[in-house]
């Protein structure tokens, strides 16, 4: 496993491999969009107590399942920028941070905008919540600390270490949060137990799920791209500047 | 185990000769608590109520302040290279700049903490959870600090981007400081808040330090 993984950290095999999948990526997650939407918006029927407001959940839940995902895959990239010293290993780290922010920011409005006509108010203090918007403040923390520094590969590593300790820190958190909501808080409004979900919404909410991860993949492909050729400028630029 | 006690004598002696860094701490610890009455009424009911949580918070921002200055002098005249390069591991250094560290805010914050909790109302069952409890989470406070210090050091902004850093990891020993108190307070038992927080201070003693001084070795590099 780590040899094939070494064998793609070449950046040349990366950029030739990025290339060719990241096409078929923009295609495929826009046609789980379009399909998830259409099933999901105009297919699935309404909820019997919610009424049509069920169907931001196929906005909601995959969005919510990212901003977790992504922040496994940051810690991830992290550690193998740190055990291994792979300089692509830190820019995807660094380019997932944004991504997994913008989820997470979706999944906290989309969640608000739900809440509204469910429990009639646009924020509860329920755990779920708490704990999300604490993660969304472990990526704005990550973010400040990897734009901090004059040089890039120092706030790179910094960053890389602040993953790790954050991904430590979220089950602990996630943990103390639920303590302290069934400490504070009555018997909670929102409970999603009831029958086991329909079929009907089942597969536009995997769609979802599936282009929301393709969407994901497809971003941070480009944006590693981006980063990579900006890093060739510069040192293009840094040579013709020590030649002239 | 002579050098750990070296360290932590240097960094005590430095502060106590400088002095007003740590009295700046508790100044603004007694002040944002005192601004609290003015902002929600002095009516002793409330100040009861939200008396745990005011000092709690008060004390994570205090402890804060302190944190640019924990290693970035070090950095400053050039002895964290020394640090470094000393044959002792490097996470045992960094205890011991901890260890100084709370010796300096945390056990200060810890004995101001009853005369203000006086102030907003706090029996006397809840002011010795209230020492028991910041005895036990103000340690994590220095921990946990530390390492959002040392990954800052070079940065632009310090002071901002290791509140922001640090902030959020902390909300575990906040809940459980506070839980601790409040308990207290309602006749049921502190133990277990107590006991949550001992665990996190074991394991903040444990990977804290490791985490340090992997992010202090970056920054000399």
Redesign the interface.
Known sequence: MAVTMHRFANPTRFLRLAGAVQPWCVGLGVACLLGGLYLGLLRSPADYQQGETVRIMYVHVPAAWMALFVYANMALASAVA?IWKHPLADIAAKNCAPLGAGFTVVALASGSLWGQPMWGTWWVWDARLTSVL?LL??Y??YI??VN???DPT?GA??GA??A???S??LP??K???D??NT?HQPASIMRMSGPTIHASMLTPLLLMAIAFTLIFVSLLLINMRAEIAERKIRTLRLAHGAEG | MTAFAELCRRDLRLALRQGADAAMVIAFFVLTVVLFPFGVGPEPNILARIGPGVLWVTALLAAMLSLDRLFQSDLDDGSLEQLVLTPEPLSTMVLAKCLAHWLTTGLPLTLVAPMLALLLNMDGEGMLVLIGSLLLGTPVLSLLGA?GAA??L????VGA?VA??V???T??VL??GV?AV?AALADLSPRPHLL?LGA?LL?ALA?CPW?TA??LR??VE
């Open positions: 740190l604490v403040f472990l704005l923390g400040a600390l901090a520094f004059d120092r590593k910094a270490i602040l790790l300790v954050g430590v820190n602990i958190i943990f103390s949060v303590w302290w400490l | 390492v990954l800052a070079g940065a632009r902004r981007l922001l850093l902030l959020p990891l909300i575990p809940i459980f839980a409040d949550l996190l394991a990977l985490a992997a992010a970056q920054a």
